[in-house]
């Protein structure tokens, strides 16, 4: 699982009003090589929500991102890089996402979150 | 009953020329098929049962006109056996009856194993795509890459429909594929588009298939869920394009269904639902007639469907929500060549073959498929496409 997905990932369950981000516990995180799209990184960074990202990425192990951002860095090819690099390379393999409500667990396992909620939850 | 006649003659045929064990006795009214196995178990076998008859039964559906035995099969190719099983031609025994009395989880679950186990068969068979595809005209054509290609253009016919911009300023940038198979639609749209794409599937191996294929393919912005399309773990108004390509069949609460479709659509986004329905009821008709709910009930047993709608009844739902522009087309007579070509290849040796090393759900899903083709003959099945917008 990228930061790309987890940043569109939210816990659905029934009576939380804010499922979003969910807390990453990273136990096995891999780096693979993606190319390069400045691209779609540029139409990707409207759409960021750019706290969690970057919460994130430090608990996969990257810290490189800026903690501030506005739309003329997409023009500097360091930031598209980190962004990158953030967004695309690091995969979560296996891990935990938590919920920030409730502290309910979804697995991650071989890449895959498993997202389904239980008949008392829904 | 062109279809039915042509399938017997069809069967009878491929049997014969291949000389297989499996002798075709009969194809019975419009419900059944009896293959009859001829072997010499019994004489190699000294534990074979007295009480089994010389041939091995394997009838499947309810058949009025014949009577009702229990069979045991425990002579099944012996890779599979896993002791004997006994196959009503009533209700079979591990059955998940779908219907809105049994929990939504056992529907759930039924799904998941269905797809973990028949994935596998139909990708070898039929490739990336688990949908039907688009015809229109014959022009006698029967390849499979005929049938791939109509595949591709079930795809394109359907975002043609939808008026999907591909400029670069109004195409779709984020788009969710609900019920996304082993990923053929989302990475599709995603290369087409250069958009993420995010699926979501209740099956774990069609999740991670569908991931392995992605990677294979280079396309590193389409990420693959486990997840329920009734309770998408997706914040509001995430997606520029929902897609929904032949899974809403599964869901057992429409409304729940479209719902969550549209709370996860941007404003200004796109919902697009390509469906089997059921025929739409005229006025003052309250629910189909008996014998078009008997048929359809056998099919939910199969494919682990719940109850079906009519299209009349998605655009009204779809039209409570206030979402704008809903259009919806009716595409019964551009499929229909689809559902003998799946028989066809799963009547072949390669598709026999693999239906056997599959597993139970995925044989009865097969044989199940000439009652998909007597429910569009009998103008009860319909196939259609649903889209709107949101404001």
Known sequence: MRLLTHNMLSSNIKGVTNGFPLKIEAEKVMEKEVDFNPDFLRNMFYKIEWRPLVDAARTMGYAELPEEVEPSMLDSEDFLRRLHRALLQFHLEEGTLICPETGRRFPVVKGIPNMLLNEDEV | MTHQSNMANLLASTFMTYHSP??????????????????????????????????????????PHLPKPKISCSNLPRKRRRGPISIRSTKPTEMVIANENKPNDSLKQGIADFYD???????????????????????????????????????????????????????????????????????????????????????????????????????????????????????????????????????????????????????????????????????????????????????????????????????????????????????????????????????????FISLFKSGWKTIKGALVMPLMIQGYNKGLIKFAIITCRKP
């Open chain 2, 22 to 63: 499996i002798t075709m006795i009969q194809a019975f009214n419009n419900n059944s098929f009896l293959f009859v196995k001829k072997n010499s178990y019994k004489k190699k076998n000294p534990r074979y049962n007295k009480h089994q008859s010389e041939c091995l039964l394997f009838t499947y559906l309810k058949t």
């Open chain 2, 117 to 351: 186990e028949s994935s596998g068969i139909w990708e070898d068979m039929w490739g990336e795509h688990m949908h039907h595809g688009f015809y229109e005209g014959s022009n006698g054509d029967t390849s499979d890459a005929y049938h791939r290609s109509a595949q591709i253009r079930m795809i394109e016919e359907t975002l043609l429909f939808a008026g999907i911009s591909d400029d670069s300023a109004n195409k779709p940038k984020r788009i969710v594929d609900v019920g996304c198979g082993i990923g053929g639609s989302s990475r599709y749209l995603a290369r087409k588009y250069g958009a993420q794409c995010q699926g979501i599937t209740l099956s774990p191996v069609q999740a991670k298939r569908a991931q392995e294929l992605a990677v294979a393919k280079g396309l590193d912005q389409v990420t693959f869920q486990v997840a329920d399309a009734l309770e998408q773990p997706f914040p509001n108004g995430e997606f520029d394009l929902v897609w929904s390509m032949e899974s809403g069949e599964h869901m057992p609460d429409k409304q729940k269904f479209v719902n969550e479709l549209a709370r996860v659509t941007a404003p200004g986004g796109k919902i697009i639902i390509v469906t089997w329905c059921h025929r739409d009821l005229s006025p003052g008709e309250e629910t189909l007639l008996k014998d078009e709910q008997v048929l359809l009930k056998k099919i939910c047993n199969s494919y682990y469907l719940p109850d079906w709608c009519s299209s009349a009844d998605y655009v009204k739902l779809l039209d409570s929500l206030n979402l704008q522009d809903i259009k919806v087309a009716d595409w019964t007579d551009n499929v229909a060549p689809f559902w003998p070509a799946v028989i066809k290849s799963a009547l072949s040796w390669k598709g």
